[in-house]
Each structure stands twice: as C-alpha cells, then as structure tokens.
C-alpha cells in the first residue's frame, strides 16, 4: 500500500548511441532489484537526449540577426539563443535573462529546455525530439532484456505559472495514462465528482525528483507500488489547449 | 536511501473543534508508525477546514448581485458563486462554467477553492484563513503528543497553467523549508547551477497525493527518508510576485 521511491545508482555518464534500457535494466541489477511489471521507471531527460545525440557544440551554431539582439540585450551567449530559438514555437515572456518559451512540442518552459548542465563545456543539450517516443524505445528494450514492461516517464525541471521555484514533469510517457480521472465516481459523501481528474505522471514526475537531486548524479528512479492508470497515454496529452487555459 | 510514501488509514471522518494533532498521532500508532522527527506529514485542506469550523451552510449566504449574474450566467449557484468571491482577491479567468481566481492568501486556483467535495449536502468548505499557521499548530500539537515534531504540509489539489489534469500543492508548510535551492552548487561537470531552486513542498504534495485518492478516505500521508532542507518556511513563500511571472 505504501510507495517506493528508489534511486537508482551506478548509472554511468551517458554518451550517444548508449541503450538506456540495458543500462537501466543493469543498474538495477547490480542494485539488487528485480524489475515488476507494474513498476514505474523515471528518466531525467538529460540522459536520454545525450544518448539520442541530441548534444550541440556551440562552436558551430551560426547566431540569426535575432539571436544576436538576445545575446546583446539579455546577457546570453548568442549561440545559446540561436539553439534556444530553433527549438522554440512561440515566445511566451521574455524579460532581463528569462526566456520562457513553448517548444516545438508545445511544452512551455525557459530556453526550450536547452541546458549545460551535466554536460561537456562548450556543448548543450536539446529536449529529446519525441520524448513519448524515447519513452517508449526505453520501455520495449526493458522488455526484450528483462521479460517486463515497466512504465516509463522521461522528466525535465521546469518553472511554473504563479508559483516560484521549479518542480520535474513528465515530458515522455509510455505504458500508462498520464491522467487518474476522477470524473464520474462518488466522494466519501456519495457527491459525484465532475472535474477531478489528476495528472499523475506530473506527480509521479515530482516525486522522482525527490530522490534524484540533481548534484549526485541520480538520472534514474524507480517508483513500485503504485497502482498507475492503464493505457496508451502519452506526455503529449497534457499540454492544455491555449483557448481552454484560464490560468494565465 | 528510498523514500516511503505512506498512507495513514484509519482517520475518521473530521468536525469542527477536532484536535487534527491528536488524530493523526492515534492513526500513526494504531498502524503500528512511530513518528520520526525528519518524517513528514502531508495533510489534506479539506479535514483542516473542517476541524477549523471553515464550512458554510448555503442557505445562509446572501449572494451579491455579481454573483447572481455568475450564477446565471456560469451555471453556478449563486450562493456558491458569493463564497467564492468572499474568498477572492482578483478574478484570473472566467468562462464556461470556470472561475479561476487569485485567493486572498495569493494562491491561484479554481473557485479559490470553496469545494463540495467530502462535505455533507448543502454545506462547502472554505480553505483555511491562513495554512501556514494551521501547518504550525498541528507540527506543535504532534510535538506535545509524541515529543518529535516531524514537518507538516497541507495541501490542495488545483489545476495549472499549460497543462491538463490537476496536481496537489502545498498551501501551508511548517518546520521546513520549501525550496531545495542548488544555485551556487556544482553539477557533476564542475558548473556552477544558477537558477536551480526546486520547490520541494510542491513536490512532497504531489508525491503524497498518488497515494490519497480522492474517494477512499486517506487524508494525511507519511513521508519518510526525504533529507528535507532545514528552514522556518512557509507555503507563501512560493507566491511568485506577479512583474516576475513570465510563465503567463
């Protein structure tokens, strides 16, 4: 009934062209736990972008016009912008040295999840392409080794709307919903509830978090025993629709 | 190493004048639990706004005429619609059936959570006037009962910005601090992290949720082995001011 949350040490560093799933599936071994069926596995997005080589050598990204402007006005190095900007969608806020903006995938985070840490000097990394389908790669190759299907959330630090300080979420889902819906079921009074409908891969996100730190080098977490929501659900439904969002 | 997220069984349900202190220590130790000072307990709002007598009879709200024209023009019922303005210190969003506002402590959420949910008909739940104190009393109440205080959340379970679905978020906190703040620290690489400040309350919450529910009757859970920053924080501290939002 109660719930784990174990972090999984000895991953090494990760490089392109790694497997995720035979490192994973090793460092739990090694750890001296039997992957179930019904366990949760939480992957810091940083490592499976290194792995899908999605690392930039900042020596090679030619600045746009624009990108420039932000380096001058904002204190970035342009290169940076320019990274930043091809993954960008649409640019939410931009103010002293924040640049929030909606990816490609239409998550909303700073700088579209490009980032330097954990990483070489001189490179950055990207957001997976398809962090659903990274998820899901993950998955399949712990089933091939291991004979279990594990669910599998990739996880990026992001901050949020209204509330300081950041918290994970999940970016890439795969083997369960992201979504407990409530709606339609009684309350301990007998009321039916018509809007609760909880997004738990964000929880489950969070909670990984907890364990990982993001100083010790803990980019893997196992959760077992809870009893997640069935389905083929991907990161990707979480994104609100722009004209149902009243909370901006 | 591992974190256990636990839920306490047994809590009855609440009413206004109940020593939520004492409940929780009788549910810990007739499931065998012997609180830990670094334990943490994640409470539910609605048995704090019982226990603190923050229930309103319907019948006994004279709705405004603002809320009137809510009424009629949101399908609400306009005495709700009158609890929930008395709560509120700005309007973010309203459509449809919706009503997203900024509550008089600063929090943004849906209906500034006045709530139906777990409540006898005809009544609604208010949030506590001020949930920092409420996490305090209860952290001193456990303190007198069992001689260890373990830090105390209390927690709502509100929709965001951006994303579908709901998560639980702390709204009051006691005998912690709400953030892990990394700047200044080194990654593995040796970088310096500059804007790593994790809202760990926020986390806690969402965590604990996963093993709440909301129709099985677990509203307080123990979180035990999160090394959980020191500090005298409270939930409002997480208030974003609002020139530093670029999230919306």
């Known amino acids: 009934m109660a719930l784990s ?3 999984l ?9 790694d497997d995720l799933s035979e490192i994973i599936a090793e460092a ?8 179930l069926d019904r366990d949760i596995l939480v992957v810091t997005q940083k490592i499976v972008s290194k792995a899908e ?6 020596d090679e990204v030619e600045p746009s016009s624009f990108a420039r402007h932000i380096g001058e006005t904002m204190e970035k190095d342009p290169r940076v912008a320019e990274a930043v900007l091809r993954e960008t969608a649409r640019i939410i806020g931009m103010k002293r040295r924040a640049l929030i903006v909606e990816t490609r995938h ?3 985070c700073a700088n579209a999840g490009v980032d330097f840490s954990n990483v070489e000097d001189g490179y950055i990394t990207l957001l997976p ?3 659903d389908a990274s998820a899901r790669k993950i998955r399949e190759g712990l089933g091939q080794i291991t004979g279990v299907k594990p669910a599998v959330i990739i996880t990026d630090t992001w901050g949020r709307a209204w ?11 795969a083997g ?17 509830l018509h809007a609760t409908n909880i997004a738990v891969v964000d929880e489950l996100a969070a909670a990984a978090e907890l364990v990982k730190g993001k100083t010790e080098g803990v980019p893997v977490v196992l959760i077992r025993g809870y009893d997640y929501p069935e389905g083929d659900g991907r990161a990707s439904d979480l994104i609100r629709p722009l004209e149902e969002d009243l909370f901006r």
């Open 28 to 35: 739990a071994k090694n750890q001296g736990l039997q992957l």
């Open 129 to 131: 392409v398809d962090p």
């Open 176 to 192: 369960m919903s992201p979504f407990r819906d409530y709606r339609g079921e009684q309350d301990m009074m007998g009321h039916t």
């Open 163 to 173: 509330r300081l300080g950041q918290v994970d979420f999940a970016i890439g889902v």
């Open 106 to 108: 239409g998550h909303v």
């Open 5 to 7: 949350i174990i972090p």
């Open 53 to 58: 080589g999605r690392r930039v050598k900042l």
């Open 9 to 17: 040490t000895g991953i090494p560093m990760i490089h392109e062209g």
